[in-house]
């Protein structure tokens, strides 16, 4: 539990105002601007699956596009449509880029040790449970199941059953994950997603949850009509319902990149001033009722895998936001999916007509990437270190990358003199304090290298 004071509340409320990127990676997403072309990427794939990441445990990411229908906040690059033969249609596309994957393993004799997949989206439980297993048995090319140690999918209450959930566990999933953003029915309405709380709850009898290891809750705050009030009740809701992850987002209202958001009237929304009392509630009911708030925006139960890794500070950060750690390279599959594996980065193509384009030439559909130097892989380390494990150690730093810390951050950790009431800096070591972790994403921006005009750090 975070006990916060009066001044410290204010403190918190002020600052959190400019908070800085998410870091899902680092660089971030906007700086991978080089072009990888298919053969680029099977290079990286061989370099690094031959050599260094041979035996590294590898989290397997699948983008299933399509919603049954669409919702307003969403960011996500989605196909509304209920048309089974043009999911059936993507569908055969998404198994030939997994052939085309299974022949580059085969033919340069690599072996990858997938342990870990994540269904996402879109809505992967919009796929019938017969295209579903079609999609896995697929999947048998690349990976063994047997070796696989968790299997995640999204799920739209709206538009599955509980056969439907008993299926997917018989199929192999483990944890699942709802989009319920929030419960109450006048914000529902204005973003176009109305699951009342009595869906939820008959979905989710005793007798589903014992089918998997865990359920997820994405939240929204900054949604049109919520208040601090609605938004606590919704946080009420939710702590009875006890997921044993919850993932607490904040709304981007984007209508000139998203032209759905129109649809949102942004006088409907709440003022920006409102937002982070609205963070802070829910961070501390969130702790008072025995969740570890992890990271940034996660929260997990005690007895949780992720919150067991936080404690042991084995946390990893990914596009699919904080996880336990047990890896840490990633391979995606499908359009906007994203791949992170040794010094690479890189990103498929986002439409479905190019996406469909490349693989009828056999080539793997990439778009843009990154290619990590030492430099940035050093602040990658210190930025997920300061983000997973709410710490930073200079000297496995230094004996890691043969630097030395103070010396190579010299003017960053002068930057940090202004947040000391935010975190510990002795000659060893930075530790975020209790309430420092409201920070996590300003005290990281400092590191930003790619960022340095906002803190007016010298370059490298």
């Given amino acids: 539990m975070i006990d916060l004071a009066e001044n410290q509340l204010a403190e918190i409320q ?8 998410y870091y899902t990676s680092y660089p971030t997403l906007g700086l991978w601007l ?28 699948i983008h299933i596009p399509f919603c ?9 690059n989605i196909v509304v449509t209920n048309n089974r033969e043009k999911i059936q249609y993507f569908l055969d596309y998404l198994l030939k880029e997994i052939d085309l994957l299974a022949a580059l393993f085969k033919e340069n004799n690599i072996k990858p040790q997938i342990t ?16 579903f297993n079609e999609l896995l048995e697929k999947l048998k090319s690349i990976l063994d199941f047997a070796g696989l140690q968790e299997v995640t999918m999204e799920i739209d209450p709206r538009t599955t059953t509980r056969e439907s959930l008993r299926s997917f566990a018989s199929m192999g999933v483990t944890r699942i994950s709802f989009g319920v953003q929030d419960f109450d029915l006048k914000v529902q309405e204005a973003i176009n997603r109305v699951q009342p709380p009595e ?18 809750f994405d939240l929204l705050y900054g949604l049109p009509f919520q208040s601090r009030k609605s938004f606590q009740n919704t946080i009420d809701l939710v702590k009875k319902f006890s997921p044993e992850r919850i993932t607490l987002l904040k709304y981007a209202h984007l209508p000139d990149l998203r032209r759905h958001m129109k649809l ?9 001033n409102e937002l982070p009392d609205m963070f802070i509630d829910a961070v501390l009911s969130l702790t008072e009722a025995g969740y570890t708030w992890v990271g940034i925006d996660n929260f997990a139960k005690s007895t949780d895998d992720l919150a067991l890794a936080a404690n042991e500070k084995k946390i990893w950060r990914t596009f699919n936001g904080f996880t336990p750690g047990r890896t840490k390279d990633m391979i995606g599959l499908g359009p906007t999916s994203t791949a992170a594996f040794g010094n690479y980065y890189v990103q498929n193509v986002y439409e479905l007509k190019e996406y469909y384009a490349c693989l009828d030439m056999d080539e793997f559909p990439t778009l843009r990437g990154y290619v990590m130097n030492t430099k940035d892989l050093i602040i990658r380390d210190v930025i997920f270190g300061l983000l997973c494990n709410l710490e930073i150690n200079f000297e496995s730093i230094n004996k890691k990358f043969q630097i030395d810390f103070i010396d190579y951050f010299k003017d960053e950790l002068q ?11 002795s000659p060893n070591d930075i530790k975020i304090k209790a309430y420092g972790q409201f920070f996590l994403r300003k005290i990281c921006r400092v590191f930003d290298r790619h960022n340095v005009a906002a803190y007016k750090i010298s370059g490298p």
């Fill in 14 to 21: 002020d600052k959190l105002l400019d908070p800085g990127p």
């Fill in 34 to 61: 080089k072009k990888i072309n298919n053969q680029s990427y099977k290079n990286y794939l061989v370099e690094y699956f031959q050599g260094e990441g041979k035996s590294n445990p590898v989290h397997l990411y």
């Fill in 68 to 76: 049954a229908k669409l919702c307003w906040y969403c960011v996500c």
């Fill in 116 to 131: 870990e997949i994540h269904f996402g989206g879109g809505t992967p439980s919009h796929l019938y449970e017969d295209q």
């Fill in 199 to 216: 869906m939820i709850d008959e979905l989710l009898t005793t007798e589903i949850r014992s089918l998997f290891k865990g359920v997820n």
């Fill in 264 to 272: 949102i009237k942004e006088s409907d929304l709440p003022g920006e």
């Fill in 415 to 425: 930057t940090l003199d202004g947040f000391t009431d935010f975190l510990d800096i």
